[in-house]
């Protein structure tokens, strides 16, 4: 059902819906800039990287064991993070609650299949809030081996002081509460945090398309299809030109190209 125009319905529940449906088209481009990002291109590496993934190498001659992280790219999770943060912030207007409430709304009158799957994703976005106490994965401490190890920090924790302290802004990393975690180890919980982002926001996107096509939610299609990232190059047909001395006022340019002659006694006025 479209939204009526009708202003008393505007009060009443249509403007409820009409609500719901400027968050979901939002939160669908927005989505979709996600989707479409290289990291998200290889969906076993993103998986692997939101489920933490690491390699242990024991080599029996030296006793010596390694554990390694295969990480993105820096600049790489810079930009992914990038279009992932506006899900984790509660005022914007995409924040993962104010979406899965929307395709809430939706679902009202679905099969219990589909409000299972939206149950879920709301339950996999809940741990990612900088709020919420549970962790994504894993807590680490860590230290010399002469001297005793520092307290428990929670990977989200030292994510978002990756997110805020050396991404974003120039916030204090608390390195008192963070116990000797340096960069890297902010960087390894960066990309357990935002590449699950990325997996719930892709898997949020893929619910709502399963809405539209069984006719719950009657977007436009325009919203599903147009292009959501910029071409590298951008090519211009150029129709008119005028070249001028500098300083050249901008009526005389506009009039030059409207193929206008200026009277030359016009600036004496």
Same mark, same amino acid.
């Given at each position: 059902?479209?939204?009526?125009?009708?202003?008393?319905?505007?009060?009443?529940?249509?403007?409820?819906?009409?609500?719901?449906?400027?968050?979901?088209?939002?939160?669908?481009?927005?989505?979709?800039?996600?989707?479409?990002?290289?990291?998200?291109?290889?969906?076993?590496?993103?998986?692997?990287?939101?489920?933490?993934?690491?390699?242990?190498?024991?080599?029996?001659?030296?006793?010596?064991?390694?554990?390694?992280?295969?990480?993105?790219?820096?600049?790489?999770?810079?930009?992914?993070?990038?279009?992932?943060?506006?899900?984790?912030?509660?005022?914007?207007?995409?924040?993962?609650?104010?979406?899965?409430?929307?395709?809430?709304?939706?679902?009202?009158?679905?099969?219990?299949?589909?409000?299972?799957?939206?149950?879920?994703?709301? #339950? /996999?976005?809940?741990?990612?809030?900088?709020?919420?106490? *549970? &962790? @994504?994965?894993?807590?680490?401490?860590?230290? +010399?081996?002469?001297?005793?190890?520092?307290?428990?920090?929670?990977?989200?924790?030292?994510?978002?002081?990756?997110?805020?302290?050396?991404?974003?802004?120039?916030?204090?990393?608390?390195?008192?509460?963070?116990?000797?975690?340096?960069?890297?180890?902010?960087?390894? #919980? /960066?990309?357990?945090?935002?590449?699950?982002?990325?997996? *719930? &926001? @892709?898997?949020?996107?893929?619910?709502?398309? +399963?809405?539209?096509?069984?006719?719950?939610?009657?977007?436009?299609?325009?919203?599903?299809?147009?292009?959501?990232?910029?071409?590298?190059?951008?090519?211009?047909?150029?129709?008119?030109?005028?070249?001028?001395?500098?300083?050249?006022?901008?009526?005389?340019?506009? #009039?030059?190209?409207?193929?206008?002659?200026?009277?030359?006694?016009?600036?004496?006025?």
């Amino acid at each position: 059902m479209e939204p009526s125009g009708d202003a008393t319905a505007v009060g009443g529940t249509d403007a409820v819906e009409i609500r719901h449906r400027a968050v979901l088209r939002k939160f669908i481009v927005r989505a979709r800039r996600v989707e479409e990002h290289p990291l998200a291109a290889d969906k076993e590496r993103l998986m692997a990287w939101a489920r933490g993934t690491f390699t242990l190498k024991f080599e029996p001659q030296s006793g010596k064991a390694t554990m390694t992280w295969d990480l993105p790219e820096e600049e790489a999770l810079d930009s992914l993070a990038a279009r992932c943060r506006p899900f984790l912030l509660q005022g914007d207007p995409v924040y993962h609650s104010k979406v899965t409430s929307a395709l809430g709304y939706f679902l009202r009158s679905a099969p219990e299949e589909l409000k299972g799957q939206l149950q879920e994703i709301r #339950a /996999g976005w809940r741990p990612l809030d900088p709020g919420d106490r *549970k &962790t @994504i994965g894993y807590e680490s401490r860590t230290g +010399s081996v002469t001297e005793s190890l520092g307290g428990l920090v929670a990977d989200k924790q030292l994510a978002y002081a990756w997110l805020y302290g050396d991404l974003v802004h120039a916030d204090d990393n608390g390195d008192e509460r963070l116990h000797g975690h340096d960069i890297d180890a902010r960087f390894q #919980a /960066g990309t357990l945090l935002i590449t699950n982002v990325a997996v *719930k &926001t @892709i898997m949020t996107l893929n619910l709502a398309r +399963s809405a539209q096509s069984q006719n719950y939610l009657t977007l436009e299609s325009g919203v599903y299809t147009e292009r959501v990232t910029a071409r590298p190059e951008r090519d211009l047909e150029v129709v008119k030109f005028a070249t001028a001395p500098v300083g050249t006022p901008i009526a005389d340019i506009e #009039a030059a190209l409207d193929g206008i002659v200026p009277d030359p006694d016009s600036s004496k006025d």
